[in-house]
């Protein structure tokens, strides 16, 4: 089966920008997750979608991040205005099942640095 | 609250030596636990789940309740095992929210 796909695979901007970016999940999967990976972090949840409905989003800075799935796959996700502090690796992953107990595909990634 | 902590940020050994990655975990409830592993330009992928008792490449990790880890351990390293290592700890079985720990790297050195 195709992998998890992410566009762009890297991004620069100046702070006060705005960026998107798309992914899009392996067919057939329901969930999706969107995490921010801060370098020398692990990847941390910043929204999860079940079809196109948000299940969890604790911890998307909502002032500036939104995302949306609009049809139940494909996802975007969008930052307006960029901090420098949002300089990281931005992982989108699916899973078939909802409670992940068989773990995630996640996609290669979209590198954004903010200048 | 829910935390998962890999308190070795690099781990170097040669290749044939024991390998143990150390996670610790903090969560009230009946914890869901992942090892993910990422090579060298790669994709995070999924290495194993406790829940399947399962050896992957070698590796294998018991899930421990009353010390609150899930040590991920392999008998011989090889060169090809050199990754960054994730820990993860899945927050609720309703959503499958994942919690992850820093990460370490393993080096193998020949």
């Known amino acids: 089966e195709a992998g998890v796909a992410q566009s762009p695979r890297y991004k620069i901007i100046e702070k006060r920008q705005s960026v998107a970016f798309w992914c899009n999940p392996i067919?057939?999967?329901?969930?999706l997750y969107w995490y921010q990976q801060i370098l020398g972090q692990g990847p941390k949840l910043l929204i999860q979608?079940?079809?196109?409905?948000?299940?969890?989003d604790s911890q998307l800075p909502k002032d500036r991040f939104s995302a949306e799935r609009l049809k139940g796959v494909d996802s975007t996700l969008k930052i307006q205005p960029a901090k420098l502090e949002d300089s990281a690796v931005y992982l989108c992953?699916?899973?078939?099942?909802?409670?992940?107990?068989?773990?995630?595909?996640f996609g290669s990634g979209t590198r954004l640095t903010v200048v | 609250a829910q935390r998962v902590t890999q308190p070795e940020k690099l781990l170097s050994v040669f290749k044939g030596a024991p390998v143990e990655l150390k996670c610790n975990y903090s969560?009230?409830?009946?914890?869901?636990l992942f090892w993910y592993v990422q090579y060298s330009r790669q994709r995070l992928q999924l290495l194993l789940r406790?829940?399947s008792r399962e050896s992957i490449k070698g590796f294998t990790a018991d899930l421990n309740k009353g010390e609150t880890s899930f040590h991920l351990k392999k008998p011989f390293a090889q060169e090809e095992d050199s990754a960054m290592y994730y820990c993860?700890?899945?927050?609720?079985?309703?959503?499958?929210?994942?919690?992850f720990g820093q990460g370490t790297t393993l080096q193998v050195k020949p």
């Open positions: 992953a699916s899973s078939r099942f909802r409670t992940g107990d068989y773990g995630y595909t």
């Open positions: 067919s057939g999967h329901a969930t």
């Open positions: 979608f079940q079809n196109n409905g948000v299940v969890d």
């Open positions: 969560y009230s409830g009946s914890p869901e």
């Open positions: 406790h829940i």
């Open positions: 993860a700890l899945s927050s609720s079985s309703n959503t499958g929210k994942l919690i």
